[in-house]
């Protein structure tokens, strides 16, 4: 994995900016502090910082290649898992290779069927080719959103990165919030909508796009969405299909020059990661290293929820003497998690999932230690419908993003001047209404399956799209990468028009995946009921996160307060009642916290108010 920027202006010569552009390549290093290269010529400038993972003298970039009179530069971000078949069919073509990294398939695959290349990719990615000879910018980005792309236009400069503090680091981008910002923030926040950058005209190429940038312009066009089919499988053939392309895309992601492992929580997701991952590294004589994370105390102070009915705590030892694995356990304290949140803000560039971002970039700086790669359980619950929202009747059917029921709260934080001719529910709701909307439906299909597949576009283009930032972020701030190969877009297509009653299979939640990988688990993990990302329940946590947040709130330069009403603030801190911000998984401790996150943002950020 790696970091991508570039800049492409028509309008003046780019090689006398080399100070600008290492600000940007600088910025991003963490990405990939193993290998750096820039490109520049008179009208294009491609940047790149590489970890290297797979044929690491063979994949420098930029990668330029000749073809008679013309050249193609790429910088790329990403994994490939059909590498071979693809290198394969190329070469029937007629190319040549000089070494196996996926980076020279994907430029080759560009020069044989442009754009369209894309269409023929299984894997994460964002990537840019600089056509020479027609003065052209192609760009695209995975379908599923795992790897980043960001960019901005400004005049006659289009600017390009993985994240936005690449393109901070350029002197055309200014972190500058309007009010469409503010009320991402405060109102939606820590999800986006899509292709929003949050901070003034910046925006993200959406997953599933891809676009060109030349003399005429920009244009982007989606080239993949989830499209409904009837499905004429039967139940037993739909089992042994969901099997084999679980099974297929997690030992396709296993490819690797350096050491890598997998994230073990206990759980159902992880724990398929793990087994067929164990038994891959068995068939090569060498161990499996799983990693765990838990917090201090976190026995003594659990409570059992409707959410979180049993701690992953209990069923890791067991997994872990099961699979006859090496494991690793970290244990973070209270204020490893607070002074976390503002590396986390770091890692983002916004504030985020507050405490759970921060558990996240202090657990992957400890993995880090051991592998460069890990594989890890996301977007399952997204695919296979395993939230809780997915299965009580009365949330599905609700309108509005089953995550974010508390506009009204949220909204009560606003000041007038941000909240002033705004109806905040008609805000969020328009912005579901889009996706709804957006989704491919069947005339025959049944009210319910028509909300499943309602329910599975805003969970992979909303909550999804929060977690993927999420784990991006936060490991590559270590240069961790980590891989998820629930993402792989064949599961998603075909999980897309199974009928709701055979996911929800014996009704269990995502029943229809532990039918199918029954005999990788042992019983006790296979048939758990789902526990979300484990928080901690430490009361020292929240009288952390409160004492700080008053201390911000005493500070009245605090820039927090541009934004939000200080008494509405300070009722945070003494209401006693739990009210979500952002599902389950952000409640009043987690709401303490991202304010914090909001204050170090702007100040860190230097954030202007339009």
Same mark, same amino acid.
């Given at each position: 994995?790696?970091?991508?920027? !570039?800049?492409?202006?028509?309008? #003046?010569?780019?090689?006398?900016?080399?100070?600008?552009?290492?600000?940007?390549?600088?910025?991003?290093?963490?990405?990939?502090?193993?290998?750096?290269?820039?490109?520049?010529?008179?009208?294009?400038?491609?940047?790149?910082?590489?970890?290297?993972?797979?044929?690491?003298?063979?994949?420098?970039?930029?990668?330029?290649?000749?073809?008679?009179?013309?050249?193609?530069?790429?910088?790329?971000?990403?994994?490939?898992?059909?590498?071979?078949?693809?290198?394969?069919?190329?070469?029937?073509?007629?190319?040549?290779?000089?070494?196996?990294?996926?980076?020279?398939?994907?430029?080759?695959?560009?020069?044989?069927?442009?754009?369209?290349?894309?269409? #023929?990719?299984?894997?994460?990615?964002?990537?840019?080719?600089?056509?020479?000879?027609?003065?052209?910018?192609?760009?695209?980005?995975?379908?599923?959103?795992?790897?980043?792309?960001?960019?901005?236009?400004?005049?006659?400069?289009?600017?390009?990165?993985?994240?936005?503090?690449?393109?901070?680091?350029?002197?055309?981008?200014?972190?500058?919030?309007?009010?469409?910002?503010?009320?991402?923030?405060?109102?939606?926040?820590?999800?986006?909508?899509?292709?929003? !950058?949050?901070?003034?005209?910046?925006?993200?190429?959406?997953? !599933?796009?891809?676009?060109?940038?030349?003399?005429?312009?920009?244009?982007?066009?989606?080239?993949?969405?989830?499209?409904?089919?009837?499905?004429?499988?039967?139940?037993?053939?739909?089992?042994?299909?969901?099997?084999?392309?679980?099974?297929?895309?997690?030992?396709?992601?296993?490819?690797?020059?350096?050491?890598?492992?997998?994230?073990?929580?206990?759980?159902?997701?992880?724990?398929?990661?793990?087994?067929?991952?164990?038994?891959?590294?068995?068939?090569?004589?060498?161990?499996?290293?799983?990693?765990?994370?838990?917090?201090?105390?976190?026995?003594?102070?659990?409570?059992?929820?409707?959410?979180?009915?049993?701690?992953?705590?209990?069923?890791?030892?067991?997994?872990?003497?099961?699979?006859?694995?090496?494991?690793?356990?970290?244990?973070?304290?209270?204020?490893?998690?607070?002074?976390?949140?503002?590396?986390?803000?770091?890692?983002?560039?916004?504030?985020?999932?507050?405490?759970?971002?921060?558990?996240?970039?202090?657990?992957?700086?400890?993995?880090?230690?051991?592998?460069?790669?890990?594989?890890?359980?996301?977007?399952?619950?997204?695919?296979?419908?395993?939230?809780?929202?997915?299965?009580?009747?009365?949330?599905?059917?609700?309108?509005?993003?089953?995550?974010?029921?508390?506009?009204?709260?949220?909204? !009560?934080?606003?000041?007038?001047?941000?909240?002033?001719?705004?109806?905040?529910?008609?805000?969020?709701?328009?912005?579901?209404?889009?996706?709804?909307?957006?989704?491919?439906?069947?005339?025959?299909?049944?009210?319910?399956?028509?909300?499943?597949?309602?329910?599975?576009?805003?969970?992979?283009?909303?909550?999804?799209?929060?977690?993927?930032?999420?784990?991006?972020?936060?490991?590559?701030?270590?240069?961790?990468?980590?891989?998820?190969?629930?993402?792989?877009?064949?599961?998603?297509?075909?999980?897309?028009?199974?009928?709701?009653?055979?996911?929800?299979?014996?009704?269990?939640?995502?029943?229809?995946?532990?039918?199918?990988?029954?005999?990788?688990?042992?019983?006790?993990?296979?048939?758990?009921?789902?526990?979300?990302?484990?928080?901690?329940?430490?009361?020292?946590?929240?009288?952390?996160?409160?004492?700080?947040?008053?201390?911000?709130?005493?500070?009245?330069?605090?820039?927090?307060?541009?934004?939000?009403?200080?008494?509405?603030?300070?009722?945070?801190?003494?209401?006693?009642?739990?009210?979500?911000?952002?599902?389950?998984?952000?409640?009043?401790?987690?709401?303490?916290?991202?304010?914090?996150?909001?204050?170090?943002?702007?100040?860190?950020?230097?954030? #202007?108010?339009?």
């Amino acid at each position: 994995m790696c970091s991508i920027a !570039g800049v492409i202006d028509f309008a #003046k010569d780019l090689r006398d900016q080399g100070a600008v552009f290492a600000a940007m390549q600088r910025s991003m290093v963490s990405r990939g502090p193993d290998q750096h290269g820039t490109y520049v010529t008179e009208n294009a400038a491609l940047l790149h910082n590489r970890l290297c993972v797979i044929d690491v003298e063979n994949g420098r970039q930029p990668m330029t290649v000749g073809l008679g009179p013309r050249s193609y530069t790429l910088v790329y971000n990403g994994e490939l898992y059909n590498t071979d078949e693809i290198r394969a069919e190329l070469a029937a073509l007629g190319h040549t290779f000089a070494g196996h990294s996926d980076t020279e398939v994907v430029l080759k695959s560009f020069i044989q069927w442009g754009g369209a290349c894309v269409d #023929k990719f299984n894997g994460i990615f964002a990537f840019a080719v600089w056509d020479a000879a027609e003065r052209r910018l192609f760009m695209a980005r995975d379908r599923m959103g795992v790897k980043p792309f960001f960019y901005a236009l400004r005049g006659d400069t289009f600017l390009f990165a993985s994240e936005i503090k690449g393109l901070l680091a350029h002197p055309a981008v200014e972190p500058v919030l309007d009010r469409e910002g503010v009320l991402e923030i405060v109102l939606t926040g820590p999800g986006r909508t899509p292709g929003q !950058g949050v901070f003034k005209d910046v925006e993200e190429l959406r997953p !599933g796009w891809r676009g060109w940038f030349d003399e005429n312009g920009l244009r982007t066009e989606r080239y993949w969405m989830l499209k409904a089919r009837e499905h004429t499988d039967d139940l037993q053939t739909t089992v042994d299909t969901v099997r084999f392309l679980v099974t297929d895309a997690i030992e396709r992601q296993l490819v690797s020059d350096v050491p890598i492992g997998t994230f073990l929580s206990g759980g159902l997701d992880s724990g398929i990661i793990c087994s067929i991952a164990n038994l891959h590294m068995k068939a090569r004589g060498l161990p499996l290293h799983t990693f765990s994370v838990d917090y201090k105390d976190h026995l003594a102070y659990f409570h059992e929820t409707r959410f979180q009915p049993t701690s992953d705590t209990l069923f890791i030892p067991g997994l872990v003497d099961w699979l006859g694995c090496e494991s690793h356990l970290t244990v973070l304290d209270t204020l490893e998690l607070a002074d976390g949140l503002y590396e986390a803000v770091d890692a983002r560039d916004l504030p985020g999932m507050s405490d759970v971002d921060s558990s996240l970039v202090q657990f992957c700086k400890h993995i880090k230690k051991h592998v460069t790669v890990a594989l890890s359980g996301e977007c399952a619950d997204e695919i296979f419908g395993g939230y809780p929202w997915y299965r009580d009747e009365k949330i599905r059917m609700a309108e509005g993003f089953p995550w974010a029921q508390s506009i009204q709260y949220r909204a !009560g934080f606003l000041l007038p001047e941000h909240a002033q001719g705004l109806d905040p529910r008609e805000y969020v709701m328009e912005k579901y209404r889009m996706t709804i909307s957006d989704t491919d439906t069947l005339d025959t299909d049944s009210p319910t399956d028509k909300r499943m597949r309602e329910m599975m576009r805003l969970n992979t283009d909303w909550f999804m799209q929060t977690l993927l930032d999420r784990k991006d972020r936060m490991s590559m701030y270590s240069a961790l990468e980590v891989r998820v190969p629930f993402c792989d877009h064949r599961i998603a297509e075909y999980l897309y028009s199974v009928p709701w009653e055979w996911k929800d299979l014996r009704h269990y939640e995502k029943g229809l995946l532990r039918q199918a990988m029954r005999d990788y688990l042992p019983g006790e993990v296979l048939w758990r009921k789902k526990s979300p990302y484990p928080k901690t329940h430490n009361p020292a946590y929240m009288q952390e996160v409160s004492r700080r947040l008053r201390a911000v709130l005493a500070d009245r330069s605090s820039p927090l307060t541009q934004l939000m009403r200080r008494d509405a603030l300070l009722a945070l801190l003494d209401d006693d009642k739990s009210q979500p911000w952002y599902g389950q998984l952000m409640t009043t401790p987690q709401t303490i916290a991202y304010m914090l996150q909001v204050d170090y943002w702007m100040r860190k950020y230097n954030v #202007k108010l339009a």
